[in-house]
């Protein structure tokens, strides 16, 4: 009698966590991201991730990125349009989502030059985007090339290749790679403002979500 209750119990067991896994794959990404974001309020803003704006603003904005991601691109002006409109009230802080093939090396070459100035970086990074069609062709990346496009704005190119393999920058990469695994981000550009995902993918969106973040 108890081998038949406990093969009962075992099934019930196993029908439930079928259940619970059938609801949690059917259920709505968007809310499962906010949940997931809500339980691990750490993985927005990581000590020495590339970040504009005061620490304590109001308004937090974690943009996860790929330099090689159009979208990514594409966005770009209207997120500095956002933050030249709240100037000194947002936190624009980028993580790092490599997930087009290439788009790794051009993140150390990106971190390499932050090194010597965060102004410097931010930079590299306009003219990097602004030259993406050139050396991020998803059929036939070519990441080195990125080097001539930020030749012309004071860099120390030589200390930057060095710098490249610098191990913090290797431990920056690695510690993005495990927040989007715990925040399932697998689409780039992905925002979170104060931990909240972006509710509708497009710049309005993104305004209106900062404007209220900054009067909560």
């Known amino acids: 009698m108890k081998r038949t209750y406990l093969v009962i119990g ?49 308004a937090q904005v974690t943009e996860f990125f790929d330099p ?14 956002i933050m ?25 070459v990106l971190e390499a030059v932050r090194m010597q100035g965060d102004a410097l970086y ?17 059929g036939r ?12 704005l004071g860099i120390d190119l030589e200390r930057a290749r060095r710098d490249m393999d610098d191990p913090r920058i290797a431990a920056l990469i690695a510690q993005d790679t495990a927040d989007i695994t715990t925040l399932r981000v697998n689409k780039t550009p992905s925002f979170f403002i104060n931990g909240q995902p972006l509710r509708e993918f497009s710049p309005d969106t ?5 404007v209220e973040a900054l009067r909560s």
């Open 10 to 58: 075992a099934a019930i067991v196993l029908v439930g966590g079928f259940l619970v896994a059938s609801l949690l794959s059917t259920s709505d990404p968007g809310a499962q991201r906010a949940e997931v974001a809500a339980q691990n309020p750490a993985v927005f803003n990581r000590m020495g991730s590339p970040a504009l704006g005061p620490l304590m603003a109001r």
């Open 141 to 152: 990346p070519q990441p080195q090339r990125v080097w001539e496009f930020i030749g012309g």
């Open 122 to 138: 931010w930079q590299a990074l306009d003219a990097i985007l602004e030259a993406q069609p050139v050396w991020a062709d998803h």
């Open 84 to 108: 030249q409109a709240h100037e000194g009230k947002v936190r624009l802080t980028l993580r790092y989502a490599t997930f087009h093939k290439g788009s790794d090396y051009v993140v150390k």
């Open 68 to 81: 090689a991601c159009e979208g990514c691109r594409a966005f770009h002006p209207y997120v500095k349009q």
């Open 206 to 210: 993104l305004n209106a979500q900062i």
